[in-house]
């Protein structure tokens, strides 16, 4: 099972790494190497989220996103995307900026950390707003049930997810400005772009998560006939079969993937400038490690774990959550990549740690109910 979940992600980890060698060395072996648990421990809570949306989609769709899917993560976002912000940032063609890229690594890092602000705060409203509206639903399984219970009674005033972002946003945008004007006001423009990436990063997360909504609720209508049909079919003595989504309402939930993974590797991205200035060696390290992101969500999905262990999702969005502020924060502060990747870690193995005793206590109240049905002859 594990061969043939990572055997692919293996593959790419000894044919990168042996790449790697014959470009630079061991020194390039190293940096990729590196990379490549970077990218791992900063989106193990994208595999989880990505897992809780999969599982939701029939076996056809689930292939588009291991194969369509895995292109536009490793080579569109890990390679082209920060060819893109140079080319869009310096207004320089695309073949002027794979050039500088290859040739004027300082300048193209120097173009890149440039254009942070505006991946900061389209990625980190992005984020925010799966976190707020998460945390906003009434759930049946609340893991810290202090804080979800009145967040989830808040939940029920009309679009307060999307007022507290804008808030937020704005607050990001007018103290960036503030600390801009402090330093000379070289970068006082940057405060309209924070808000304008910003908003388009509201934008987005309400065009495509509101489509794959409404045809979900579409799709509800199916599943309750096909309810009736495999009750009637179990009557009957026929295999049932569960009801997954395809067709648009599939095609609008693998863009929500696509669009959740590329908010994701921002931070993955500008971290690894932290570590090297080499596309081919980012290209490389984050790759590798956005395969085993892919193939830890297959995992996930097929081992059942998001129903064995229920706080899974919820550490998942907590994670999303600290991001989407470290995102934000970073547009004025400069923050470890060490310190974002360790918070998301701890909020999943906690949530996971929480799973694991909940299963023990049902367990062990199942194995008391039993005993005392013995003993009272039932």
């Known amino acids: 099972m594990v061969l043939k979940t990572f055997g692919w992600s293996f593959a790419v980890t000894a044919l990168g790494l042996v790449a790697a060698v014959f470009y630079g060395g061991w020194t390039a072996f190293g940096v990729v190497a590196i990379l490549s648990v970077l990218e791992i421990s900063l989106s193990f809570d994208n595999a989880v989220v990505n897992a809780g949306i999969l599982k939701k ?98 939940g029920k005033v009309d679009m307060l997810s999307v007022c507290i972002a804008l808030v937020v ?64 079919a179990e009557r009957e003595g026929k295999p049932k079969s569960a009801v997954k989504l395809a067709g648009k309402a599939a095609f609008f939930m693998f863009l929500y993937l696509e669009v959740l993974d590329a908010s994701f590797s921002f931070d993955g991205v500008i971290g690894a400038f932290a570590i090297t200035n080499d596309i081919v060696l980012m290209a490389l390290g984050l790759g590798i490690g956005a395969m085993y992101v892919r193939s830890l969500t297959v995992y996930l999905v097929r081992q059942g774990t998001l129903d064995d262990y229920v706080y899974l999702e919820h550490g998942a969005h907590y994670a999303i959550g600290a991001l989407a502020v470290i995102l934000l924060v970073t547009i004025q502060y400069e923050i470890n990549e060490i310190i974002t990747g360790l918070i998301g870690v701890v909020l999943i193995g906690a949530s996971f740690w929480s799973s694991v005793r909940r299963n023990r206590a049902l367990a062990a109240a199942d194995g008391d109910q039993e005993k005392t049905e013995v003993s009272s002859g039932v």
């Open 57 to 154: 989609m029939n076996a056809f769709w689930q292939k588009i996103f291991l194969t369509i899917g895995i292109l536009i993560a490793v080579f569109g976002m890990r390679l082209i995307f920060p060819v893109v912000i140079v080319a869009v940032s310096a207004s320089l063609g695309p073949i002027e900026a794979v050039d500088l890229a290859l040739t004027d690594k300082d300048r193209y890092q120097e173009l890149v950390t440039d254009a942070h602000p505006s991946i900061a705060a389209f990625g980190g409203m992005f984020l925010l707003m799966i976190f707020l509206d998460f945390i906003f639903e009434d759930r049946d399984i609340k893991w810290l049930g202090w804080l979800e219970r009145p967040l989830a009674k808040l």
């Open 169 to 232: 946003l704005l607050v990001s945008a007018i103290t960036f400005g503030a600390h801009a004007h402090q330093h000379g006001g070289t970068h006082a423009d940057k405060a309209e772009t924070v808000l304008l990436s910003g908003i388009a990063g509201l934008i987005t997360y309400l065009v495509v998560g509101g489509l794959s909504s409404f045809f979900e609720d579409k799709l509800e209508e199916e599943e309750e006939r096909e309810h009736e049909a495999e009750e009637k």
